[in-house]
Every structure is written in C-alpha cells, then in structure tokens.
C-alpha cells in the first residue's frame, strides 16, 4: 500500500512540475519579432500586450513578423515556415495568424492555421490586407501593426462566417475530420432506422391473418371483359430559360495549401 501511495505521489509531482514548464516555453516565445527593426521598443510592447489580450481572451496565436531577408523564399513559405518551425500557434491544432512585413520583397503576407483557417476565409484575408495596405505603402508600419490587430479582433468577435468552407489550391472542397465523421454517423443512423423499418413490417406481416383475396368469391364465368386501346394524336411542349445563379460561389472559402512541415495554412498576400 505505501509503494502505491509513493508511486501515486510521485506522479503527481512530476505534473506539477512539468506543467509550468510547458507553459513557460510557450510564454517565452515572442510575439513581435521585429528582424527588419522597423518597431521602437516601446512600439513593440504595446503591440505585445494587444497581442497578449486578444490571444488570452478568443484562444488564437497571433504573431508580427518583420525581415528583410527571406532566406530565399517566397513570403508565403517563409510566414508559413516561422509559424510551424518556432513553435507558435494554441491548442490541438495549433491555431494562429501570423502577419509577415517582408521588407527585401516589399510585401505583406498572411498566414493562417487550424481554426485560424476558418475564422478567416479569403475574403477577410483581402479585408485585412485592405485595412493595412495604405499604412505598409506609406511607411508607418507601427500603424500597419495596429490596424492588423483591430482587424483581427473585429473578424474574431463575428465568428466563422455561416458559409465558410475550405477548398485546396486547385478549388477542390477539403471535409473536415468532424465532417467525414459526422457522415458517418449519419449514414449508421439512417441505415439501422431503415432496417429497424423493414424488420417492423416483416415481423408485423407475418403476425397478421391471412386474408383470403375477393378473387376466390368471385363467379369468373359470369365476368366480361371489353377490350379498349388508346392512341397517341399529339404533344405540346413548353420551354423556359432558368437563370445562372449570379451570386459568388466562394465567397465563404478558405484556400488552403500544405507547408513544407506537411501543416495545412490558408492566408494570402500582395506588394506594397
């Protein structure tokens, strides 16, 4: 009994100890990190704290990056390489947003991952890079940093959009594990309450009486029958043209791609 209880207590240290390790890890990873040297100190500890409050209050990593030096890569790899290689990113599926500030390239780039994809489809990706663009053209990339954040918390605070969904670069509809599992479990619904159906009325058959048909009461030499034909003469046919759905077909997507880490991101960019 006392080698189960210091068994049980060892355990229990060994958590205690290893849990504020993980999170310190995790806390000691920096949220700005300004390579390019385009933020103050003081700038950077604001957007820290901004950062620091919207990550704690909606779950979602969100990560500034400034270089002028993509190691050779485009902006979309490199965003997507210092997301996955450095650790970022909360929860089972490492959910975040980075915002890349490439300064060799001149351009702005964002990447998204786990529910991150979700929450921000194409066309809030776009938004984003709208709100921020002027500010990236005109050198104020401190203000740039800010405007990104409000937007990002804005996106936050609305939810995934109702029609949001994810597609592949080549537009090809990506299921979700919840999806394809949800499928399936609808499918093993459906098919036992149809054979629970058919089970019912098989066993309900055979309990019943066998009802003796009215043919057998019937004088078959007294019955006679008139042999009657139709013909066909003519048709008409009418016609209408249906209208094209005009509305945009991708307007709730999320366009993934596969990092080099074999992650999925969505994201996008441009020039400034």
Do not use: W
Request: glycine share 8%.
């Amino acid at each position: 009994m006392k080698k189960i209880v210091s068994r049980i207590s060892m355990v229990l240290m060994i958590m205690i100890i290893c849990i504020p390790l993980t999170g310190k890890v995790n806390a000691e990873l920096k949220r700005v990190v300004d390579k390019a040297a385009l933020f103050s100190s003081e700038e950077i500890i604001s957007l820290e704290n901004s950062i620091s409050e919207i990550s704690n209050e909606y779950e979602m990593d969100i990560v500034i990056v400034t270089t002028d030096d993509v190691e050779g890569k485009s902006s979309r790899d490199y965003a997507d390489d210092f997301f996955d290689y450095e650790g970022y990113g909360l929860g089972n599926d490492n959910s975040g947003i980075l915002m890349l500030i490439n300064m060799e390239d001149r351009e702005v780039y964002l990447s998204t991952s786990g529910k991150g994809i979700n929450y921000f489809n194409d066309n809030r990706i776009e938004s984003i890079l709208d709100d921020v663009y002027s500010h990236l053209s005109d050198g104020d990339y401190f203000k740039s940093s800010e405007v990104f954040l409000s937007s990002t918390k804005r996106f936050l605070e609305s939810g995934v959009p109702s029609n949001q969904y994810t597609v592949d670069e080549n537009g090809n509809r990506v299921e979700e594990s919840e999806d394809i599992a949800g499928r399936i479990g609808m499918s093993i619904l459906i098919a036992l309450v149809v054979s629970s159906v058919v089970c019912g009325i098989v066993i309900f058959n055979y309990r019943k009486p066998m009802a003796v048909a009215e043919e057998s009461y019937i004088d078959r030499s007294s019955i006679k029958f008139t042999k009657r034909s139709d013909r066909f003469i003519t048709s008409h046919t009418t016609s209408r043209k249906i209208p094209k759905n005009n509305n945009n077909s991708s307007g709730g997507a999320s366009t993934t791609h596969t990092s080099s880490s074999g992650n999925s991101h969505g994201g996008g960019g441009r020039s400034f």
